[in-house]
């Protein structure tokens, strides 16, 4: 049995944004759980 990629891409407008949600203490955890599900998706930075 093959497993199916995810090519699905958070975009960096959305990074950023659930970046700041989980750096604000006041954020729930709801709306911390879903900002770090959308910034997995985004690929990893290059190194230079």
């Not at 891409?9 to 911390?32: F, Y």
Request: proline content about 4%; charged content about 35%.
């Amino acid at each position: 049995m093959s497993r199916k990629r995810n090519n699905e891409v958070t975009s960096k407008r959305a990074a950023s944004a659930a970046s700041k949600v989980l750096r604000d203490p006041r954020s729930s955890k709801a709306a911390k759980t879903a900002a770090a599900s959308a910034l997995t998706q985004r690929p990893n930075r290059k190194k230079r």
